[in-house]
């Protein structure tokens, strides 16, 4: 089993099939990478799916005369599959973590397909697209651990036509949503890719079992600019780390509005925890809806229904080519994948799933799920708790000392900065909960 993980990408490694079964930690040496000691140039992309140790199988090629559309992606009817098809989930890489997050001086542990890991360093080189080390583009990158399973949220991001409304007011409008009618390019034991026609234009790539590249191009027209392409790259790696609780991270890019994205030129001032409160966002948009699927799911699976990813044009309404990638993830994983991931140990259908179990305060704690984990969010989490202490001490002394000096401007002047001093103190008190938790409600969001 390759294991790897990322600096401002992740990093591609390469370990021995793991089968120990023992209870304890079991330590991995892994590729490592810093800003301080690596080159500034990142790997090219992924050409083919070799270089992910995926089946040498070359990909079939659909044809372009149409005749895909009149077949459903999912496959219901029982038939022998061959051997070369199948995919080992303990043969692949898997991302670990961003390295910026990690402290070299400490192994960290990690649970990847429910086995225990320890994470060690070494030294190694990571693999992006080219257009994240071009000048005009600026990128950032997050991860958080959820409480959902590796189809949930693979299925997720093979979806980007609920953007515009899971996610209303953050990434998308509502009012902005149009047809997106994909259609597939290849597809085979190693993934598969499609795009759509149109503006703007959105190609996929999903390299099993955990990488999925979403390239979108925008053609637009600005004033004085004139005519203009927009490029925004999204790259997530979504790790099954046990049942129930998949890591998700992303590294993204973009050509435009630079301005408002961390990065090392002067003129990028918005810090990196900064950014991390709107992809939170995101992540909270997707957490409640995705859990009651689960839950819908689940509950389908106990009735009888058996295999989900087998009976899912019938437990979800799927009508339209937006829906095409999430149907061929959900057919990859059913005939390559054996329905869910090779986890170590025991385990079995009838154990209970976190998103079963955990309130929506436990869903969405940004604290635990990604503060703990992001070097950026737990400094400046530390630095808004000193801060918040320092006018909260201020407060008490200007107002404590405000009736003192015999100087009627002097004492207002302290009655002012305490009140000012409470006041901030308040306001800090409010930012902070964007480290730890907010609440989400679609309807709120007009």
């Not at 019938?314 to 005939?335: E, H, M, Y």
């Not at 969010?377 to 405000?402: E, Y």
Request: hydrophobic residues 35%.
């Amino acid at each position: 089993m390759a294991v790897s993980f990322a600096s401002a990408t992740p990093i591609f490694g390469v370990s021995s099939n793991a089968s120990s079964n023992s209870p304890h930690h079991q330590s991995v040496l892994l590729p490592f990478i810093s800003k301080t000691i690596a080159s500034p140039k990142r790997g090219k992309l992924l050409k083919t799916p070799i270089h992910v140790a995926s089946p040498t199988l070359a990909p079939a090629t659909i044809p372009e005369d149409g005749a895909e559309d009149a077949e459903p992606l999912i496959e219901t009817a029982d038939s022998e599959e061959n051997a070369s098809s199948k995919f080992s989930w303990r043969d692949h890489w898997y991302p670990v973590s961003l390295v910026e997050d990690l402290d070299p001086r400490y192994p960290t542990p990690f649970q990847l397909l429910n086995r225990d890991l320890v994470i060690w360093f070494d030294k190694s080189a990571a693999q992006l697209p080219d257009d994240f080390d071009k000048p005009e583009f600026s990128s950032v990158t997050i991860q958080r651990d959820l409480y959902y399973g590796y189809d949930t949220l693979m299925e997720n991001v093979s979806d980007p036509s609920h953007i515009d409304f899971a996610h209303h007011k953050v990434t998308g409008r509502r009012d902005r949503a149009k047809p997106l009618p994909f259609k597939m390019q290849s597809t085979g034991p190693w993934g598969f890719s499609g795009a759509n026609e149109g503006n703007p234009r959105i190609s996929t790539k999903f390299v099993a079992p955990c990488y999925y590249i979403n390239k979108v191009e925008i053609d637009t027209k600005l004033p004085v600019l004139g005519d203009q392409k927009w490029v925004i790259w999204i790259c997530s790696f979504n790790v099954p780390m046990a049942p129930g609780k998949t890591r998700s991270i992303v590294c993204s890019a973009r050509n435009f509005f630079q301005v408002t994205m961390p990065g090392p030129k002067w003129w990028q001032v918005v810090p990196r925890w900064y950014e991390h409160w709107t992809s939170n966002k995101v992540y909270d948009g997707d957490m409640i809806v995705l859990q009651g699927q689960e839950k819908i799911f689940l509950s389908k699976s106990k009735d009888g229904v058996g295999d989900v990813n087998k009976e899912y044009t019938k437990l979800t309404f799927t009508p339209t080519q937006a829906d095409r990638f999430v149907l061929a993830f959900r057919n990859w994983l059913r005939r390559h994948g054996n329905s869910q991931p090779e986890w170590f140990g025991a385990t079995n259908d009838q154990q209970t799933l976190p998103s079963i179990t955990l309130s929506k305060r436990q869903m969405m704690d940004r604290f635990e799920q990604h503060t703990l984990k992001c070097s950026s969010c737990r400094s400046a989490h530390s630095s808004f708790q000193s801060l918040q202490k320092f006018l909260i001490g201020a407060a008490i002394v200007c107002g404590a000392t405000a009736g003192v000096p015999p100087d009627m401007q002097i004492r207002i002047a302290l009655g002012a900065l305490a009140i000012l001093s409470a006041g901030l103190a308040y306001a800090v008190n409010g930012l902070q909960k964007n480290f730890v938790f907010v609440d989400y409600v679609h309807a709120d969001i007009d």
